[in-house]
Structure formats: structure tokens, C-alpha cells
């Protein structure tokens, strides 16, 4: 079916109790491995870039390749603008057809953020719109920072203020791999969910225990990110296809398996997720 808006689903996962996986492609092969598992597992699926991706290749490319393998397949699949950096390009993405938005205005102070957010409300009509507050430690794209947590009384305000569709809310995840176990704030987690009505988005999936994922899940979170975890899956895969056969020449042979490495990892997500037959 043709890409739908992220709102449905999100909304439909809050009031089920489960997670939306979101998971970050930088290729071909890697948004055929999403979509193979979101079909394999039944389960409805938001496909993301970054900023940083989208100077590696346009949003028009990346639109119409999972436009095109979303119109194969029978499932409620979302094209999303991950951490967005600028109006510019939100703008960019949705001439393209992307069908879901974050702007990320999180490292600036709380009332920049609203005005950014709110403009880019207006900039998207129809399409749903991701905003940030509170920062998460670890690198995005070129942003470097520490954990600045996300205060319950300022979310709701941010929310009501900015009209946003979701929250990403920082409670302790970061971004790329963790030094150490990561340290959830459950209890920030529960309080935010207790005034703010929009679905809550968990940056940083990658590394945190399943338990305390669950936990998340249990406790209000409708989306989870994944970016680092099918980085390491996909190219994992390539070097040890290389190794294996060190004089093939056909990039068919070798990206094949970080594909299929993908898809395997993108099953578990979403087994995780809960979100397995919910399309
Ligand atoms: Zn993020």
C-alpha cells in the first residue's frame, strides 16, 4: 500500500500498550532488510533517515525506494525525517513525500525550540511532526552531547505550545553504543506519560537490556529509534562475507549478506517492540 503517515500507528500503539520500531536505513539493501522483516512479522513500521544520511543521498531517493517497496506490501509503513536539522530540509523531505517529520530543536533553549517546533507544525499540515526536549548523551550525526534530562512540567508545556504529534523525551539513552549499562529514569519516564496525552519516542534504542525496554514500553513509550544496532548488523555481515571470500568482485555477493543480517535483526526488534501482527 502507498506510505501512510506516522500518526495512526503511534496513536494505535499508545492505546495498545506496545512499541512502533523505527528503524534508520542508509541504503538499498538496508531498507529491502526493514521491510522483508516488517512483512515477515505482520507488524506496522516507520523506515528513517537522518540529517547526515540525507547529504549521502537526497530524500527523493530514499522516498521513492521505500515508497516503491511499500507499495508491494500490505502493511502501514511511514517514511520519517529523523532529527531533522532545519525547516529547509523538513521542507525538502516533504516535496519528496516523506509522510513523517522530527525537528530537532533540542540543543536549543526551551522557547527556540517551541518557535522551531511550532513553525515546522505549520510548514507540515497533514503530515505528523516529532519534536525533542531534553538532550541525550552520545553523538548524532556531528551533535555531541551530555544527558539533559526532560522535565515533565516543561514537556507539557512544549506539547501544548508546539502542537506536536510526538514526544522524544530524554530519560537516559543515548545515542550510538553505551560505556557501560545505561541507567533509565522509569520513574521521569511515568511522570512525563502522566501529563503529556501525545505517543512518546525513545531515542537510543540500541544497547539498552530488553527488560529495561519492556519497562519503557510498560511505562508510555510508543516508538523506539534503531540506528546503531542495524549499522553493526549490516556491516558485521559485509566484513565477514569479505573475509570469507576475499577475491569476489560483484558488491551483490557481499552487501546479500549484510541484507539478510538486517532483516534477522530488524525480526528481533520488533518481536521486542510488541508490535509483531499489529499491521
Ligand atoms: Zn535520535
Same mark, same amino acid.
Given at each position: 500500500?502507498?506510505?501512510?503517515?506516522?500518526?495512526?500507528?503511534?496513536?494505535?500503539?499508545?492505546?495498545?500498550?506496545?512499541?512502533?520500531?523505527?528503524?534508520?536505513?542508509?541504503?538499498?539493501?538496508?531498507?529491502?532488510?526493514?521491510?522483508?522483516?516488517?512483512?515477515?512479522?505482520?507488524?506496522?513500521?516507520?523506515?528513517?533517515?537522518?540529517?547526515?544520511?540525507?547529504?549521502?543521498?537526497?530524500?527523493?531517493?530514499? !522516498?521513492?525506494?521505500?515508497?516503491? %517497496?511499500?507499495? #508491494? =506490501? @500490505?502493511?502501514?509503513? $511511514?517514511?520519517?525525517?529523523?532529527? +531533522?536539522? &532545519?525547516?529547509?530540509?523538513?521542507?525538502?523531505?516533504?516535496?519528496?513525500?516523506?509522510?513523517?517529520?522530527?525537528?530537532?530543536?533540542?540543543?536549543?533553549?526551551?522557547?527556540?525550540?517551541?518557535?522551531?517546533?511550532?513553525?515546522?507544525?505549520?510548514?507540515?499540515?497533514?503530515?505528523?511532526?516529532?519534536?525533542?526536549?531534553?538532550?541525550?548523551?552520545?553523538?548524532?550525526? !556531528?551533535?555531541?552531547?551530555?544527558? %539533559?534530562?526532560? #522535565? =515533565? @512540567?516543561?514537556?507539557? $508545556?512544549?506539547?501544548?505550545?508546539? +502542537?506536536? &504529534?510526538?514526544?522524544?523525551?530524554?530519560?537516559?539513552?543515548?545515542?550510538?553504543?553505551?560505556?557501560?549499562?545505561?541507567?533509565?529514569?522509569?520513574?521521569?519516564?511515568?511522570?512525563?506519560?502522566?501529563?503529556?496525552?501525545?505517543?512518546?519516542?525513545?531515542?537510543?534504542?540500541?544497547?539498552?537490556?530488553?527488560?529495561?525496554?519492556?519497562?519503557?514500553?510498560?511505562?508510555?513509550?510508543?516508538?523506539?529509534?534503531?540506528?546503531?544496532?542495524?549499522?553493526?548488523?549490516?556491516?558485521?555481515?559485509?566484513?565477514?562475507?569479505?573475509?570469507?571470500?576475499?577475491?569476489?568482485?560483484?558488491?551483490?555477493?557481499?552487501?546479500?549478506?549484510?541484507?539478510?543480517?538486517?532483516?534477522?535483526?530488524?525480526?528481533?526488534?520488533?518481536?521486542?517492540?510488541?508490535?509483531?501482527?499489529?499491521?
Amino acid at each position: 500500500m502507498p506510505l501512510v503517515t506516522s500518526k495512526e500507528m503511534l496513536l494505535k500503539a499508545q492505546a495498545g500498550g506496545y512499541a512502533v520500531g523505527a528503524f534508520n536505513v542508509e541504503n538499498m539493501e538496508m531498507a529491502q532488510a526493514v521491510l522483508a522483516a516488517a512483512q515477515r512479522m505482520g507488524a506496522p513500521v516507520m523506515v528513517q533517515t537522518t540529517t547526515g544520511t540525507l547529504k549521502y543521498a537526497p530524500p527523493g531517493l530514499y !522516498a521513492a525506494m521505500v515508497g516503491a %517497496l511499500a507499495g #508491494q =506490501a @500490505a502493511l502501514p509503513v $511511514a517514511m520519517h525525517l529523523d532529527h +531533522g536539522s &532545519s525547516l529547509e530540509l523538513a521542507q525538502r523531505c516533504l516535496d519528496a513525500g516523506y509522510t513523517s517529520l522530527m525537528i530537532d530543536g533540542s540543543l536549543l533553549a526551551f522557547d527556540a525550540n517551541v518557535a522551531l517546533t511550532r513553525q515546522a507544525v505549520t510548514l507540515a499540515r497533514a503530515v505528523p511532526v516529532e519534536g525533542e526536549l531534553g538532550t541525550l548523551g552520545g553523538k548524532e550525526d !556531528a551533535l555531541e552531547g551530555s544527558t %539533559l534530562y526532560t #522535565q =515533565a @512540567a516543561e514537556a507539557e $508545556a512544549f506539547v501544548r505550545l508546539t +502542537g506536536v &504529534s510526538s514526544l522524544a523525551v530524554s530519560i537516559g539513552s543515548a545515542h550510538g553504543l553505551y560505556k557501560g549499562e545505561p541507567r533509565i529514569d522509569l520513574d521521569r519516564l511515568e511522570e512525563i506519560r502522566g501529563r503529556v496525552s501525545v505517543p512518546l519516542v525513545l531515542h537510543g534504542g540500541t544497547g539498552i537490556p530488553e527488560e529495561t525496554i519492556k519497562a519503557c514500553i510498560a511505562r508510555g513509550i510508543s516508538k523506539i529509534n534503531f540506528a546503531t544496532d542495524l549499522r553493526i548488523a549490516f556491516t558485521g555481515a559485509v566484513k565477514a562475507a569479505m573475509r570469507d571470500k576475499p577475491d569476489a568482485f560483484d558488491p551483490k555477493a557481499y552487501l546479500s549478506a549484510g541484507r539478510a543480517a538486517v532483516e534477522a535483526r530488524v525480526c528481533q526488534l520488533i518481536a521486542l517492540c510488541g508490535c509483531e501482527g499489529k499491521a
